[in-house]
């Protein structure tokens, strides 16, 4: 091979060098700028993932208490059919009480001459939520002691309660209401005379 053609080569091979270094050097932009949008793209998804967390979780917490509106103006109602109770002393929604350094709070409570009506709502009721509200009745003397005097019942309500949680509420003496035809009614009146 002559002088020439050796140069020639040797020429060829630069620019077939200086070619490759240059798309390398592109395809190491592409890849730092694709390494940027994909972080940009994490970033982005992980705000999305936040965002929606929290809608979920709003509208979670919106239909517990939509579930709670439908049960607390039916209250009164119950007292007075169950409990000869026209007009109540005292009725709140969501009632919080400080005693002692703690704090419980009812998703709603009724109080009568001779009864304290206490009401948990939940979404969907389980047997842990009928020993969790006899738990919370055996406080009431203590939380409420200007009540203490007067029996305490519970009251779990969802819209369509389990009939087996119902037959354990129903052993233990606590109500359970679930949505009838028309509103929320008692399921299980007799529970009254079970009393735990």
């Known amino acids: 091979m002559g002088q020439a ?12 060098m200086k070619e490759l270094s240059y798309q390398a050097m592109r395809t190491e932009m592409s890849l730092a700028r694709l390494s940027e949008e994909m972080l940009a793209f994490k970033d982005e ?24 509106d439908i049960v607390a103006p039916n209250l009164p109602r119950v007292a007075a059919e169950l409990f000869s109770c026209p007009v ?67 009251i779990l309500a969802s819209l369509y309660p389990d009939a087996s949680v119902v037959r354990r509420a129903t052993r233990r003496g606590v109500l359970v209401m679930g949505m009838g035809d028309e509103t929320m009614q008692v399921l299980n009146p007799e529970a009254l005379e079970s009393g735990g």
């Open 5 to 16: 053609a050796l140069k020639q080569e040797v020429d060829t091979l630069r620019e077939y």
């Open 45 to 68: 998804n992980r705000r999305e993932r936040q965002r929606m967390n929290k809608q979920w979780g709003d509208l979670a917490n919106r239909l517990g208490t939509l579930v709670e």
């Open 88 to 154: 109540a002393d005292l009725f709140g929604v969501r009632v919080v009480r400080r005693f002692g350094g703690e704090t419980r709070e009812y998703d709603a409570l009724l109080v009568c001459p001779e009864v304290v009506l206490v009401n948990e709502t939940k979404s969907r009721l389980t047997d842990a939520h009928v020993e969790g509200i006899l738990e919370r009745l055996a406080e009431i003397p203590l939380v409420f002691p200007e009540y203490a005097d007067r029996r305490a019942v519970g």
